[in-house]
């Protein structure tokens, strides 16, 4: 009999807690491939020693998974509502989406300090709707959500951040007529569409964020960025297609010309002009005209329709890829500072200089079919991935031998298929000082066929390869919803999450952490507002009482301070959903349209009477 | 050779030596260090909490690990069987017991200063039976806590008894409990003392 008992509850409390997380693992080994085990393979237990931040692509989100594994760990909701984890449904998540359900997440980019990562913030961008979020790392939630961001169309080519965090960078995808709202005739595209390129300004403090300066650019579509560093410091690029300024059957119209442009940014300068107050306005926020501003944006002809543009971790080379010539185009910084102090200028657009191309090319590196993006693994080389030719191509940053220089294919050294048609590649702080030069994932495109069919709608795939050696390794595969576009990876130990929100740091006005301070008040002719706790496995008040057409306000305060006990709140048909961590409170706000008698329950599955964890909203007819 | 009782009172009225004094001022420091050291620890694991849950239980105060979470956490998973919550407030022995330990210390340097050996053997009896009274009440507070379950409960368990030293199961977790670096205190103390005696035991001639 009491055997029966103790077994009996021990599966009550093992269900209870069987949630929990074993988490006492070692480190694993991402070396050495004994048994027949993958070199990524990370037993059951053992942790990954990398975050890898994937941007969620039109899912809104951000994933994080762990590396070398690629296991999926967590989603980080930033644009779009998240039921699972209460994002979207409360007050104050509402608030942040604005009057948007949905975001396009491109290009994560993580805080620097000293050109390093520093594990405080992941900015990502929605190039939708023209704006950018901050994520703190402390506890991978969305802080803030800049935009739709003044004059800004298409917020593609960000979120590169500086090596002091000091901007993230954001360029236009798409030109319209400025300011935003404006109607002109698509035909007149030419004359009054524009673009821009932004800094946006991060306090160095609090991470919150806001437009620092503009700059006004004739209405190219820009499209991939970076940070400079060492002599770039202080510079940003961009490149773009559609230098023709085509306005209609763009993939003809607008790869007509042999080069586009890249933009050089001096965005030390920009931030000066600004300083100085010699920027105008422009929706309330600092405008630029570069034509009347010497020294703040220099064009560079870069091989046909290129995307990628890159900085060496040195921050002396600079590597852009024209996706419709098998090239990757390397330019030395230092004579590009050299032909600006020269003049050594081959033309100029719209006021702004052309530099010479010739002064400043290092060389032209035949690297394959449709390249796109550029990674460093810190040891002097670089890979980059080809589109078309679904494959990684690594080679050799300069400086190279007499016989490179004169035959640059001997620069390349290794190439690797990948499955298919790879977009971004990442390796861990490539945008850095010091690349980890480990690892290197491709987020391919294409899937088809690799995975038990799944029907018409297919996942990305996402491919690890081993660059620890001479030759690349392709050592792991795993697929992702659509679509990552960019990811960044950094090492676990940069990043210090809390896991519970002690009571002395929650600063929500309207927690509550005693029973008796709970309760239902009706707080206006049709208002009700409730303080409620949640712990387990039990609300307190598990009763509200309002009147149809009241407007019925929830402040709900997980008071659980162990890690991972999370508690919801769902109300039926009420369409309402919140999720509060241990030591959270969060609002719920909606206006109560039925009468009858609506139960609420705990979402999150809690403890062994988590079935229990309910109550019920009363709505009286009017 | 005479029988020890008879010897008694010989003894209680011989001073204590040089040695033996230091001995009882040893033991005094001993005292004073336990009354701000924990005395003894209970620890529990279940597969979820492989870090486990801590309490630490000092002269004057009860500590939960993890900085106070775990006694707010073992009290959320006793409320399931009905135990009623594990608070400092309900130890009353915690406003006496650093006073009791305050008046040992006084007493092994007034036995130090005074130097006799009644003194100390006053001294180290009444130690030894405040420390078993210690015992009995913190047995008698596991026994209660775990004894005294509220029927309503949403989980119904047997009474049981937590491990006083050692470790037992229950439910699915693991309960160590044992003393800890005040105690060890506590016990050298009484080592001290009985040097203390030994050191004044007639010599080896009036043995003869
Ligand atoms: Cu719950």
Not at chain 1, 33 to 46: F, K, L, Q
Not at chain 1, 390 to 417: C, H, N
Not at chain 1, 430 to 456: C, Q
Not at chain 2, 104 to 131: E, N, P, Q
Request: aromatic fraction near 10%; glycine fraction near 10%.
């Amino acid at each position: 009999m009491r055997s029966r008992i103790s077994q009996s509850l021990s599966f009550v409390l093992l269900l209870a807690f069987g949630l929990g997380l074993a988490g006492c693992g070692t480190e694993s080994s991402s070396t050495g491939a004994d048994g027949g085990a993958p070199a990524s393979y990370v037993p059951p237990g053992e942790k990954d020693n990398y975050y890898l931040f994937y941007s969620g692509g039109h899912s809104g989100n951000v994933w994080v998974a762990g590396l070398p594994s690629l296991r999926m760990i967590q989603k980080i909701p930033v644009f779009t509502p998240a039921p699972g984890m209460g994002y979207g449904y409360t007050k104050e998540t509402k608030e942040m989406m604005g009057e948007y359900t949905w975001g396009d997440v491109h290009h994560p980019g993580l805080s620097k300090t000293n050109g390093r990562y520093d594990g405080r913030w992941l900015f990502v961008n929605d190039n939708a709707n023209n704006r950018i979020a901050r994520i703190s790392l402390r506890d991978f939630k969305t802080k803030q959500i800049l935009g739709p961001i003044p004059n800004s169309m298409g917020n593609h080519g960000s979120s590169f951040v500086t090596p002091n965090t000091t901007y993230v960078l954001v360029a236009t995808r798409f030109s319209v007529p400025l300011p935003k709202g404006t109607y002109a005739p698509v035909e007149t595209y030419e004359e009054n569409f524009n673009g821009i390129v932004s800094g946006v300004k991060v306090d160095s403090t609090t991470g919150e964020m806001s437009v620092g300066w503009q700059i006004k650019t004739p209405p190219f579509n820009w499209d991939l960025g970076s940070t400079g560093k060492g002599p770039s410091h202080g510079w940003a690029f961009w490149t773009s297609y559609n230098t023709e300024m085509a306005h209609d059957s763009l993939e003809i119209n607008a790869s007509q010309r042999d080069r586009d442009y890249a933009a050089f940014v001096n965005w030390k300068r920009a931030a000066e002009i600004v300083a100085n107050g010699n920027a105008g306005t422009r929706n309330g926020v600092p405008f630029i005209d570069p034509a009347e501003h010497e020294g703040v944006m220099y064009y560079v002809p870069v091989s046909k329709s290129p995307h990628g543009i890159d900085a060496s971790p040195s921050g002396r080379w600079i590597v852009a890829s024209g996706k419709l010539q098998p090239t990757a185009t390397v330019f030395d910084f230092k004579q590009v500072l050299t032909a600006i102090e020269n003049k050594d200028f081959q033309g100029e657009f719209r006021g702004v200089p052309v530099i010479n191309y010739e002064s400043i090319v290092e060389g032209e590196v035949p690297v394959g079919q449709g390249p796109l993006h550029t990674q460093f693994d810190g040891e002097g080389n670089a890979y980059t991935s080809l589109y078309i030719e679904s494959s990684v191509a690594k080679w050799k940053l300069p400086p190279w031998d007499e016989a490179t220089a004169q035959d640059m294919s001997k620069a390349v050294v290794d190439k690797i298929s990948v499955h298919y048609n790879v977009g971004h590649i990442v390796i861990g702080g490539s945008d850095t000082k010091d690349p980890y030069g480990e690892w290197l994932v491709a987020m391919n495109k294409l899937s088809k066929g690799r995975h038990i069919s799944v029907g018409p709608s297919q996942p990305e795939t996402s491919q690890l390869i081993d660059i620890s050696g001479k030759e690349m390794k392709m050592v792991a595969e795993a697929y992702t919803p659509p679509e990552p576009h960019f990811a960044q990876v950094v090492h676990k130990d940069v990043i210090n999450p809390v896991e519970v929100y002690e009571q002395e740091n929650n600063t929500h006005p309207e927690a509550v952490w005693e029973q008796q301070n709970t309760g239902v008040k009706r707080t206006g002719p049709n208002e009700v507002t409730a303080h409620v706790i949640a712990k387990r496995s039990q609300y307190y008040p598990d009763e509200i009482e309002a009147q149809v057409g009241d407007t019925v306000i929830i402040h709900l305060t997980n008071i659980e301070q162990v890690s991972d006990m999370i508690h919801g709140f769902g109300i039926a048909e009420h369409n309402v959903n919140a999720i509060v961590d241990p030591g959270e409170t969060k609002t719920m706000e909606f206006t109560v349209q039925k009468a009858g008698v609506f139960p609420f329950y705990c979402t999150n599955f809690c403890s062994a009477l988590h079935q229990e964890m309910q109550g019920y909203l009363a709505v009286r007819p009017q | 050779m005479r029988l020890f009782p008879q010897s008694l009172p010989d003894v209680l009225d011989r001073r204590v030596t040089g040695t033996g004094r230091l001995l009882l001022m040893a033991g005094a420091l001993l005292i004073a260090g336990a009354i701000v050291l924990p005395l003894w620890q209970i620890h529990l694991v279940a597969p979820q909490y492989q870090e486990g849950l801590d309490m630490y239980i000092y002269s004057h105060k009860l500590v939960g690990g993890n900085e106070g979470q775990d006694i707010t956490e073992i009290n959320g998973l006793n409320h399931y069987i009905g135990m009623q919550a594990i608070q400092e407030s309900d130890f009353t022995e915690m406003q006496w017991i650093p006073f009791a330990l305050g008046v040992f210390v006084l007493l092994a340097l007034r036995a130090a200063v005074f130097a006799k050996v009644s003194a100390v053997v006053d001294l180290t009896v009444l130690f030894v039976y405040f420390g078993a009274f210690s015992m009995y009440r913190f047995y008698y507070r596991l026994y209660t806590y775990s004894h005294t379950l509220d029927p309503r409960a949403p989980v119904d368990i047997d009474p049981f008894m937590p491990a006083l030293i050692g470790k037992n199961q229950i439910a699915n977790f693991t309960q160590y409990s044992f003393p800890r670096e005040g105690s060890a205190l506590l016990l050298l103390a009484i080592v001290c003392f009985v040097g203390a005696m030994w050191l004044s035991r007639p010599a080896h001639t009036s043995e003869a």
